[in-house]
């Protein structure tokens, strides 16, 4: 299989979104021109995009929408549910716990750990949230494999060593410090709302020019 760029792949959840809409309008089939133009995207990078799916469009006709959506859900492993835990139960952690739409994306954040002896017992949006303590040995037990990380950045690497020693694969982390590791086997993504917003005001004032 070739590789999928990342832009690619940022991209498929957008085309999937679209199309849920599109299929919503009772729309059965669409070609690449209308989703580009629809996305502000050219034709050759929608059909470039929607090869890593696997599914091709058809002359004059376009892609089934709904072996389109399909196709993406699969390429994601959207259909695969990957059990999560997520580390400070604080602003964010609250809000990410609140959050159904994840399982659509195959994240299901079964518990969450902190620190705050007032929070510890407590149940937030129906998941309970456990002592910090507890962490290592839940992480071995439930053999989870993916950590979403909203603690303050100076607890951030000490709390990823911790989660990748006991088995943690893949770490989601929101915390504004760059987290590393000599594991291989680790993968770790930085969430930075605020380069999102440097890029949105830079853009804001290109068009005030
Ligand atoms: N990536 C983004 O775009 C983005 C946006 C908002 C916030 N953040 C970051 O997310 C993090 C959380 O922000 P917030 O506003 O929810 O903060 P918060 O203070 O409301 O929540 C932090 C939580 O972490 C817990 N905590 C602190 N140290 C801990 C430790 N050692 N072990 C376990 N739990 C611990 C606290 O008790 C608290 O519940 C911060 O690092 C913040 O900078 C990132």
């Known amino acids: 299989m070739r590789e ?7 991209r498929l ?12 309008m009772g729309i059965a089939a669409i070609s690449s021109t209308q989703i580009a133009s629809d996305l502000n995207l050219t034709p050759i990078q929608v059909r470039k995009d929607l090869e890593a799916t696997g599914l091709k469009g ?12 399909g196709a993406i859900e699969t390429f994601l492993e959207w259909n695969k549910i990957n059990p999560a835990i997520l580390i400070g139960a604080g602003h964010l952690g609250y809000a990410i716990l609140g959050y159904q739409g ?9 518990a969450a750990f902190d620190n705050d002896f007032a929070k510890i017992g ?17 992480i071995r037990e439930h053999k989870t494999e993916v950590g979403i990380l ?13 989660m990748i020693s006991a ?5 989601w982390s929101f915390a504004p410090a ?3 590791t000599s594991a291989k086997d680790v993968i770790i993504q930085h969430e930075n709302l605020a380069s999102s917003l440097a890029v949105l005001f830079k853009n804001i004032n290109k068009k005030s020019l």
Not at 4 to 10: G, L, P, Y
Not at 13 to 24: R, S
Not at 123 to 137: T, V
Not at 154 to 159: D, K, M, N, P, V
């Open 58 to 69: 058809k002359p004059k006709v376009g892609y089934a929408v709904s072996d389109l959506l």
């Open 102 to 110: 994840f399982e659509h994306y195959g994240l299901k954040i079964a």
């Open 178 to 180: 760059r987290i590393t």
């Open 150 to 162: 909203t603690v303050p950045a100076s607890s951030a690497q000490e709390l990823a060593d911790i």
């Open 13 to 24: 959840p957008v085309y999937h979104h679209y199309l849920l809409k599109t299929k919503e």
């Open 122 to 138: 407590k149940l937030i949006h129906g998941k309970p949230i456990y002592s910090i303590d507890s962490m290592e040995k839940y």
């Open 167 to 171: 088995g943690i694969k893949a770490i």
């Open 4 to 10: 999928v760029s990342e832009a690619t792949i940022r």
